[in-house]
């Protein structure tokens, strides 16, 4: 298995753009997380889904953020307008109903200038 | 509400020392307890988790962590680290049947020198 697929693994853009993070879960997965990493507040869960449901998105920072998931395997997290404030390290995550544990992707690195 | 704390941000240890990385939690209800590892530019990778029974747990790498219940704590430790376990550590918990639902310590920068 190819793991959890992140794509793109940087992305430099100027404030105001649009932004578009993607995430491929781990095959047979039904659980998704978002998470950002940066140096002020450390690893925080942005929003997870659940069966291509949002369960939980009380971690998203403000309305600039949205995430879907078109499909069973597939999820985007995304920023528009981006502000440089946004910038740091996303994580998806996927996993299964009741699960353990999660297994994380390589990430995205964001700079918003 | 649940949270972490590890107690140190950075530890240097030479090749081959003891290390332990110290990690305590606060939670009203029972958790689950997790150690993460992140390599330079890498995602995280899963070290060791507590579900329940034993408290010591055996991780890869040669890692191992003890659940404290009365002291709320789960510290990692390795007897003897090498140059490739330069990295940082994450110690997380998550509620019953949401293992992926995780609240992360700030980590501790483990930095092996020759």
């Known amino acids: 298995d190819a793991g959890v697929i992140q794509s793109p693994r940087h992305e430099v853009t100027e404030m105001g753009q649009e932004v578009t993070l993607r995430c491929k879960l781990i095959?047979?997965?039904?659980?998704l997380f978002w998470y950002r990493q940066t140096m002020m507040r450390g690893l925080e869960l942005l929003i997870y889904f659940n069966n291509n449901v949002p369960i939980d998105d009380s971690g998203m920072p403000e309305d600039r953020f949205s995430a879907k998931m078109p499909n069973a395997s597939f999820s985007t997290l995304k920023i528009q307008p981006s502000e440089p404030r946004d910038s740091a390290v996303y994580f998806c995550?996927?996993?299964?109903?009741?699960?353990?544990?999660?297994?994380f992707g390589q990430g995205t690195r964001l700079t918003v200038v | 509400a649940q949270s972490v704390t590890q107690l140190d941000s950075q530890v240097p240890v030479f090749e081959e020392a003891p290390v332990e990385l110290r990690c305590n939690y606060s939670s009203s209800v029972s958790v689950y307890l997790f150690w993460y590892v992140q390599y330079p530019n890498q995602g995280l990778q899963l070290l060791l988790k507590?579900?329940?029974?034993?408290?010591l747990v055996k991780g890869i790498n040669g890692f191992e962590a003890e659940f404290n219940k009365s002291q709320t704590s789960f510290h990692l430790r390795k007897p003897s680290v090498h140059i490739s376990d330069t990295a940082e550590y994450f110690c997380?918990?998550?509620?019953?049947?949401?293992?992926?639902?995780?609240?992360f310590g700030q980590g501790t920068e483990l930095s092996v020198k020759p």
């Open positions: 995550a996927s996993g299964t109903t009741g699960n353990t544990e999660a297994f």
């Open positions: 997380a918990v998550s509620l019953y049947n949401q293992g992926g639902k995780l609240i």
């Open positions: 507590y579900l329940s029974g034993s408290t």
């Open positions: 095959s047979g997965h039904n659980s």
